[in-house]
């Protein structure tokens, strides 16, 4: 395990979404009026902890409103499932909230509104946070460069997410990986793309319980895919290791699973496979992120004292001076994707291996 452990800083600053975002936004389908906003949620009277089914917290509490506010509120949350789920802003006579929780141990302090089918009982979820740039450049990069595709919708300062659903990375790390159907070497190997992908796009604060791992059963044996459920720290710290998932203590188990199922060539290869990948997506996908890189450089409001950090950081890790001009994260982000898809880009610069 390294010894270099990350830091975070414990509440984050939120960027305003600049003009320029949101004309972005627009063009593309995630901006939406709504409503409901964030504040109407936040006029909850009281609340109670939510336990798991062994009675542990949960870290999230059950809001409770008043019950005048129900009957206008719960329409209102409907139709933006709807919306959020066919394009069509309206109330759905069967579906119904059955509970909204609130978390304040995060840095958005989402509340997160379970929805019910009345017919079949069947349930979803989706979250109501506080719009922030840094999180919208997260799932816009999750959505552009990575195999999962992202729903989200913004209206003035309230951020709608659709539901990821997986086992929480902390969960799958305490109760499976000792299992006798899991594929370890597959689990591993999944762990060092997810890395890659984290790190080519400056994706931090990776700690096991900000990713999921998504499980299907294929004809023969399990595939697992760790996706990311958390995208606050898109680009903000300064400290390189903050980008490296393997640096948390949380991900240590990750870590050793990885060292005694795979080599050093292994790892290389699942390396070069996963920035091939992000290669092809990045080329498919020039014209969009062009400009979302521009919207990133154009307004940044992340400290400039750790936009000089992380470009030193990285230089050093690499072993160049592409980093020496940059100005702001968005000028790091956009340089760093270039430069470790370098000869997938067909440039004639490349990474060294990590």
Known sequence: ?????????????????????????????????????????????????????????????????????????????????????????????????ERVDFCGFGNSKPFRIRVVNEYNDNYDHFYIKVADASRVYGLELEHLLSPNRINYLVHEDTLIEEHIAGVPGDVFI??????????RVRIAKEFVKFSERCFIRLLGDMRSYNYVVDMTPDFEETQYRVRAIDFDQQSYEGAKSVYLPQFYKENLPVVKLCTKYLNYATMQQ?????????????????????????????????????????????????????????????????????????????????????
Not at 53 to 68: A, F, M, N, P
Not at 279 to 284: F, H, N
Request: with cysteine; hydrophobic share 35%; glycine share 6%.
């Open 1 to 97: 395990m390294p010894d270099e452990a990350p830091t975070i800083t414990r509440r984050k600053e939120f960027i305003t979404i600049s003009d320029e975002l949101r004309t972005y936004l627009r063009h593309y389908g995630r901006l939406a009026a709504l409503p409901a906003l964030y504040r109407d949620l936040q006029s909850f009277m009281s609340a109670y902890p939510l336990m798991d089914k062994e009675g542990r917290s949960t870290l999230w509490d059950t809001v409770v409103y008043e019950r005048s506010q129900l009957k206008d509120l719960w329409p209102r949350l409907t139709s933006i499932y709807s919306l959020l789920k066919t394009g069509d802003l309206k109330a759905v006579p069967h579906l119904y909230v």
């Open 174 to 183: 305490g109760e499976y990986f000792e299992r006798s159907d899991v594929n």
């Open 270 to 354: 699942y390396q070069q496979e996963e920035r091939s990948l992000i290669a092809r997506r990045y080329l498919s996908e020039k014209s969009r992120l062009r400009s979302l890189f521009r919207a990133m450089k154009h307004y940044p409001a992340e400290p400039p004292a750790k936009v000089v950090q992380l470009k030193k950081e990285l230089g050093e890790y690499h072993g160049t001076g592409v980093f020496d001009d940059c100005m702001s994260m968005g000028d790091i982000v956009e340089r760093h994707i270039e430069f470790m898809l370098g000869k997938q880009l067909g440039e004639k610069t490349s990474a060294h291996p990590h």
